[in-house]
Each structure stands twice: as C-alpha cells, then as structure tokens.
C-alpha cells in the first residue's frame, strides 16, 4: 500500500511488519496532551483498531497542546472529536471513541478488547487504575506522564516485567504531588513524551528489541538532560494485585469532593464560617459577620485558628484558590466546606442587594 | 566522600536546584535523606522515589554510590 511504502521500506518493518501493525490493537486511555500525539501516530502508521476512551471535553485552554483539536472542537467530548479528525487521517483503520471515563466497572472488559495499553491520563486515580487492570489482564501499559518541563516514559507490565506500582507503590497522599492548582506544561513536551510512547508501542508490535521495559526515562526540556532509571519488580505486589478485586484508588483529586454552594444559598446558612483565602489587601475588600481571612499562602500554619464545629464556606477571587483550600482543609479533618461560587465578587454584590 | 544529588519535577523546584553535592561518610541512604531534609525542610511533605546509581533503591540500603536521585511522581498528561 502506497500510504505506508516508507515503513516497508524499513527493515525492521517490511511487508509482514506492516501487516502486524494492521493486526494490533491499540487503547488510548486520555486524549489529552500525550493522547494527541499517540493517536496521532498510530492513526497515521494504521494501527488497525484503535480504542480512545476520554470523558473530557474540548477546553480552549486544551489548544496550546492538544493538537488534534481546533477550535471548531470546543466543547465536543475528546474521544468523539479526536475520532473525527483521525478518520480523517487514516478512514481504513477501526476508530473506537468511549466519551466515558475508565473505571472498574468497564476496564476489564475493555483492556481485554485490546492488545497494548497506553497511559496518557492526567491523574493518579486513573494510572493506578489502568496500572492494575492491566495486570488482571496481562496487557502492557506504555506509560508516559509530564510536569512543566519534565516528562517520564515507561513500559510496564511487558513479558511480565515490573509494573507502575513496582516503582510508585501508592498514589501520593499529600495533595502537593496532585496536579491541583492549575499547573503550566510548555506545550511541546507532551508532543516529545507522547511521540515516544507512540514510538514504544510500535517496537512491541514490531518486536523490537530495547522495548523500555523496566526502565524510567526521565527527560528535562530545558536542558535536554536524559536519565534512565533502573526499576526491579516487585513480585509480591504484583501477587497481592493479581490477587485481589480491581479496586478504586482514592486520590484527591482537584474538583472531585468540593461541593459548591452558590451566594445566596451561604448566606440563608446559620452557623457557618465565610473563610475568605485571598491575600491581605486584595480587593474587594468584605465587610460581613462571621467573616475570617486566612491567605492561602499561611493557611496550612493557621488550622488552628479556625472553628472546627462550623460549616465553612471558601472564598476567594475567582473560586481556584478556594478549591485547594478545601483542599487543605479536607486533609485536616474540616470535613465541612463548601466552595463559593462566584467568589468575593459575587459575595459582595449580594450583600450590597439585600442591604438596598 | 562527595554524593551527588538529583532532583526533579517539583523537588527541583522546591530545592531551587537540579544537583547538589553533599558530603557523607558511610551509612544507609536514609542518612543521606536525613541530611537532606536538614538542607531542604520543604521538602519534608514529598512524597518520592529514591535511585541510587540509577536503580530504584529502599531506603535501608546502604549507600555504595556516587549519585542519588530524587524522583517524584508525575500526574500530568
């Protein structure tokens, strides 16, 4: 076929090469920003089934990476815009878009639909999640995960070699590790860590010999530095997994467990708290009954001087910053917040209406 | 003798470098987290992996290298 002459032109490719590209099948967990160029290429190398399953919707804020959208695709589910585009690309390859989210109730049964798994979610829930499904299920998981300027590549769980888990036992408990605030990642990054992962499922298919089994590779796009790290498996927590029901991780994670409460709403409320979380001298300035202000800067210093037998409604500019404080505040028992919606500008607003 | 550290993701952004060297006679490669956590108090609500010579290590193992690297886990995708 003329569409892929410069693979069979390759050695390590050829004719039957290309034919067990055809016969793979690939599932992309996140259309994100390492599932855009991980579909891409697998779309483009013909893949021959491809599952993309993503909950998630087309974000503006999603362009400046996620290269597979436009802006006609604001607001459309990913997995759905992401096959339009890919059929597209390559219309004789099987296009598979699950608009949900990967949990325990489906991963077992979809894994198994599939050959090679890739990680490209964007939280810890999920990679524990597919991490453990796919042991239950003896897929390989091509991993890959970023931060700002740094991205980390993996083969796990591949000719029975180590696992995610083998290197991370336990998702991270203190909120700090979890990508909360919204954290910037240059855009190009995911492009690298994310053509890599392409380019390691295609040596499993291929049967390339130097698949990044049981190795880390960490790269840095600032300074190009490379290092691999050496990852032994850890046999008795892959026994305990393989051993066990596929459970649910729970991370905390950003939005989920923060329940909002509009202004109006907060106000009919008797025995709350208004904690206002922005920073001293930051307008507008409230003038309330129980009103505190605790910048979130000092808030993890200052748990004490808050009431823990009130509800507490979180304030700040915008409704972010009051997230992670809830944040904080969960992780210390404070059991009892809710997230204002609207924020400070909203608050006072409605105190100016009901004093008219 | 002399150990290098490495540090990554958001350690390095909390430690404000990306290598240090630090000096360490003998002892397992918690010491060297002791002392490290001396120099970085921040660093103490991290959650990490420690390599040493490039091989994810327990912390009980005794230090026999020359570098020691911090490793974070990343959520990002």
Known sequence: MERYSRHILLNEVGQKG????????????????????????????????LGIIDDDLVEESNLQRQVLYGTSSLGLNKAKAAKKRLEDLNPSIGIHAYSEKLSISNAISLFEKYNIIVDGTDNFETRYLINDAAILTKRPVVY???????????VFNYKDGPSYRCLF???????????????????????IIGSMQANEVLKIIL???GVLSGKLYCYDAKTSNVHHIKITKNELLINEIKNRPLKKEVVFSCTANIREITVEKALKKSNVIFLDVREMGEEPTLEMDNY??????????????????VEIIVLCQSGERSKNA??????????????LKGGAPALLAQLKHNAV | MN???????????????????????????????KLILERHPNLKPEEFQVAQNKLIVNQEASVDGTEIALLPPFSGG
Do not use: W
Request: aromatic residues 6%; negative net charge.
């Open chain 2, 3 to 33: 150990i290098n550290i490495k540090y990554f993701g958001v350690l390095a952004e909390k430690t404000a470098c990306q290598e240090e060297q630090i000096d360490f006679e003998s002892g397992k490669v918690s010491d060297v987290m």
């Open chain 1, 144 to 154: 890959g995960a970023i931060y700002k300027f740094e991205g980390q590549l993996s």
């Open chain 1, 326 to 339: 809830i944040q904080i505040l969960i992780q210390n028992n404070f059991n009892n917040c809710h997230n």
């Open chain 1, 207 to 209: 049967g390339i010999k």
């Open chain 1, 169 to 191: 036992p336990e998702p991270p408990k203190n909120t700090e590790a979890i990508n909360c605030s919204q954290v910037g990642v240059l855009g190009v990054l995911p492009a």
């Open chain 1, 292 to 309: 505190q202000q605790i910048p979130l800067s000092t808030l993890s210093e200052n748990l004490n001087k808050i009431d823990a037998e």
């Open chain 1, 18 to 49: 290309q034919e067990k590209i055809s016969n793979a099948r690939v599932l992309v967990v996140g259309a994100g920003g390492l599932g855009c160029p991980v579909l891409q290429y697998l779309t483009a190398a013909g893949v021959g089934e």
